[in-house]
């Protein structure tokens, strides 16, 4: 049987009224949505970079100021690097280590140290290696790219934490006289076995996800928001620049951390 040739509905004389919003209204609306998502859910993961400690003077490495507009990455952070001059790496790792002994966490960092409190299933999956969150009193924390207090032997394998500086760089080791390196992750390396295993399968269960203050453009980091919203997290991005992530987000907030997750977390 062939359709009907019907006339198409015509408008009515009733006017429905459309209620135009602000842009600040739409911000405060997507933060009261997105303050309920990470209110009720069960299980909620937070992936942090170094924009969030970035309020507490440390450097980011992207950007105008970034430490990557100064130094060349691969001359300083790949195992090559350190191989050629260990001295020269030192040397950096040593003033980045008394940069960040001064610093000490923001707002952000406890915002999140507060809410790890709340959720019985809860993980901070960090790239940051300064240490703020632990400092903040974050408990459940992977640090996906170690720790710049971590030395390890690369004699002996021993491992410690050292927060003062060395005064012969290279720094060797006591029990076998290898050299000691920062317990950092560089390019090219396995990230820690336990802190990335503990983060993707988060990752894969979480409801909500927050990602804070990271350009996502360092691998496997930068694939966890998709990871995540794949097995149906609700992704969430605190960053004043739009990133490779924002376009898979439920809600972007373009502000500074220190200032965002306060509001988002309180
Ligand atoms: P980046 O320096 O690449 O990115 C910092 C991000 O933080 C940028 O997207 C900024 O827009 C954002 N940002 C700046 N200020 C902010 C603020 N106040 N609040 C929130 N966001 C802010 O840092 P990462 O993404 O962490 O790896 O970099 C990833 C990895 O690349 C690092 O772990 C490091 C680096 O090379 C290694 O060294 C192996």
Not at 236 to 245: A, K, L
């Amino acid at each position: 049987m062939q359709g009907r040739c019907v006339p198409c509905p015509q408008p009515t004389s009733q006017h429905h009224k459309v209620q135009v919003l602000s842009e600040d209204e739409v911000v405060v609306a997507m933060m009261d949505t997105a303050r309920g998502w990470i209110r009720t859910c069960r299980s909620l993961c937070v992936l942090t970079g170094a924009g969030v400690s970035a309020e507490s003077g440390v450097p980011t490495f992207r950007g105008p100021e970034g430490l990557w507009k100064m130094r060349d990455p691969m001359s300083l952070a790949t195992p090559e690097a350190f191989a050629e001059d260990p001295k020269e790496v030192w040397e950096w790792y040593q003033w980045r280590r008394r940069k960040i002994r001064g610093c000490a966490p923001n707002a952000g960092h406890v915002a999140l140290a507060a809410v790890e409190a709340a959720k019985t299933d809860f993980l901070l999956v960090t790239q940051n290696v300064d240490g703020l969150h632990r400092a903040a009193g974050s408990r459940r924390v992977a640090e996906i790219h170690g720790s710049i207090w971590g030395i390890r032997c690369t004699g002996c394998g021993a491992e410690r934490y050292e927060q003062g500086d060395f005064t012969d760089l290279p720094p060797r080791c006591g029990a076998c006289g290898g050299l000691l390196r920062p317990g950092v992750v560089w390019f090219g390396e396995m990230l820690p076995r336990e802190a990335s295993g503990a983060a993707t399968d988060m990752l894969t269960r979480c409801e909500v996800l927050i990602v804070a203050g990271t350009s996502a453009v360092v691998a496997p980091a930068s694939g966890y928001a998709a990871l995540a919203k794949r097995h149906g997290a609700r992704v969430i991005e605190v960053n004043p620049d739009e990133t490779p992530v924002s376009r898979i987000c439920d809600a972007t907030f373009r502000g500074k951390s220190g200032e965002v997750l306060p509001s988002l977390l309180g």
